[in-house]
């Protein structure tokens, strides 16, 4: 079962499609400084707070959730687990907004690169999980490679440039809009990462790359993407870790249902299912 085409349909975008990243929770050690970071680096707003779980967003829409266990262990680089949380600018003067942003605040940032289909710039919480934030260009740009495939690249992204877009009034915070658009994944191996996410839960391949498979709904170029750069032959996670906890998907009726015979669902109606290394993936209605 797969969910549509690979070939992006025009316009396609990662939160206009069939099944796309709702909400991503993290289990951390020290809530405070992370919701700080979150708040004051990233730019989220929070939503609703308590003694253990701080949930975070923009526009009231719950993003980022961040569940306190100050007796994780530290993920070590090499679990499987979560490479990266990518949240979605909608136009490159957010993102250029966002970098002089980052500027100011004085965030580190671990890379900036140009995808051919994405600009994207790169950064790393306190507690070691990766952050994307990027902004997409028009899926009719898309490049496709000689498979039929969506051609991606990792090419210097020129920041001054970029810089050169920013608003004359920027917003404080993550513009109204902004989504998370993708999440990638460290697996321990691509064949037994794409039988689960693409056979078990239906996501297509849409783009392929030395040492990772990506998947996407509708041909939206990826919302799930995999990789054994540091994870590979990793094992399931250990538990009590830090990083990637849960992945909840917004889907329309119709995935939920033809994805009902392949997965468990809660006590309180939830489709759920755990990827071989083990984190939880949730499906709820749009």
Known sequence: MQLDQTAPAPGITSGGASLRIGTVALTVRDLDSMSRFYREVIGLAPVATGPRVHKLGVGGRVLLELRHD??????????????????LLPSRADLADWLLRAAR???????ASDHLVSEALY?????????????????EEWPLDAAGLIGMATRRLDLD???????????????????????????????????????????PVTSRYPGATFFGADGYHHHLG???????????????????????????????????PRLSRTDD????????????????EQ
Request: hydrophobic letters at 40%; aromatic letters at 6%; charged letters at 20%.
């Open 105 to 111: 605040t004085g965030a580190r940032l671990d890379g």
């Open 70 to 87: 100050p007796q994780a262990a530290l993920a070590d680089r090499g679990d499987a687990g979560l490479f990266h949380t990518a949240f």
């Open 161 to 203: 440039d970029l810089a050169a877009d920013a608003s004359p009034r920027p917003a404080q915070g993550m513009p109204a809009g902004t989504i998370v658009g993708h999440v990638h994944l460290q697996v321990g191996d691509l064949k037994t990462a794409e039988d689960f996410l693409a056979g078990t839960i239906g996501i």
């Open 269 to 284: 109606g939830t489709l759920v299912a755990r990827d071989p290394w083990g984190a939880r993936l949730a499906f709820a």
């Open 123 to 139: 950064l790393t919480d306190p507690e070691g999980n990766g952050i994307e934030i990027y902004r997409d260009r028009p899926s």
């Open 226 to 260: 995999a990789n054994v750069w540091n994870s590979r032959g990793a094992g399931p996670r250990p538990e009590r870790r830090t990083g990637l906890d849960a992945i909840t998907f917004v889907a329309a009726p119709a995935v939920l249902e033809r994805l009902e």
